[in-house]
Each structure stands twice: as C-alpha cells, then as structure tokens.
C-alpha cells in the first residue's frame, strides 16, 4: 500500500478519532500502515510513526506492520490489528512460576509452605488432592478432624482420612489460596503435592526441571 493511497483514509480515521473521547491507558488506534512501519495513536496522544522492533508502550512492541495491519506483542503474546481498529494493551502482569528439579531417581520434591509452615512435597499427579500425614496437619494446627470424613485404602487396608481446605499453599514465588487437601492417619509416609494444587497451574517439563506457573 503506497503512502499516496493511504493519504485520504488516513485523513478520515484522524477526524473520527480526534470526535472520540480520550482513550484509556495503553489504548492504541492504528491509523495508518507502510511496509515495516506503523501510524499510531497511544493513550490519545497525535499520531507518530513506529518502526517495526519500536517500543509503543510498557511491555508492548511492534513485531510487524504490513497491509493486514499492525502486530503487537505484549508479554511474549501477539494480535494482529487491522487498519481503522484499536485496543487496549495493558501490560499484563507475569504470572508467578517456580521451577523444582528432579532427585537422583526422577522424582520431583517441592518445599512448600501451607498456612505459614513449611513442609516438604512429593509432586504427585496421580494424587486428586494434596495429602498431608496426620503428623503434618497437628504440626500446622489445622484441626482435621473438623473436616469432611473419608476412608482410603493403604497398603495395610483402609484407613481414615478428613478432607479439609487450606488457607495458603505456597512453592517458591507460587502462592494459591483456598486448597483442598486430604489428612490421613495412616500409611502416608510423605506429603504429596497433589492435583487440587498443579491443576491450578501450567506445568512443564525440560529434562531434569520442571517449572510451574500459576493459571489463577
């Protein structure tokens, strides 16, 4: 698209937009479009030129511009936006992650704090929910046996549980609130990081390190 053809309905998206009320923070317009630079207007400041690798605002850049439209990233996320049309690209704000690595035999242990006190995880994804060993649970002052009762079978037969919910669980910079957890009595050697936890994050695996990062 040659800068002659772009004149006139560059001149009409300047008179719409000059009627529309200010735009809010991080609000882009694109208003005009040349090959590796882009017309736009931020936060309802004039039109200026960007070339493409430009900053546009905080945590926003051009990776493209073209005649299909204007591409920006924001926190490693792209969308393509047409001449005429605009957005609101606020930065997004990093979820936070945390990265375990692997034992000698493949496992995966994460020092976890749940209500304030630390406690040391088995990342199990074949467990629905986290379980704590009655020993825990005491230690943390959580009074389980307030909580729903259930039975689970262990190597030795079934044994009572209590299905409670804790206040906070946190791995590393990785905090979630309000988690479901089972307290056994018996035949849990170990806490288990279970599934009412890692199903609340993104979890990847690179070899002998696995990172987890929180959805919500």
Known sequence: MTEGATRPLRAALLTLLCAL???RAADISVVGLFPGKAVLVVDGAGPRTYAVGSNIASGVRLVAADQNGATLETNGRRE??????????????????????ADGRGHFFAETVVNGKPVRMLVDTGASLIALPASDAQRMGIDYRRGQPAMVSTANG?????RVRLDTVRVGDLELNQ???????????LALL?????NRTEMRRSGEQMTLQKRY
């Open 179 to 189: 988690v479901d957890a089972l307290v056994q009595e018996q035949g849990l050697p």
């Open 158 to 162: 079934m044994a009572p549980a209590y």
């Open 21 to 23: 009320p200010a735009a």
């Open 194 to 198: 279970g599934m009412s936890f890692l």
């Open 80 to 101: 393509t936006i047409a001449l005429g049309s605009h957005v609101n690209r606020q930065p997004v704000a990093a979820q936070a992650s945390t990265v375990l690595q």
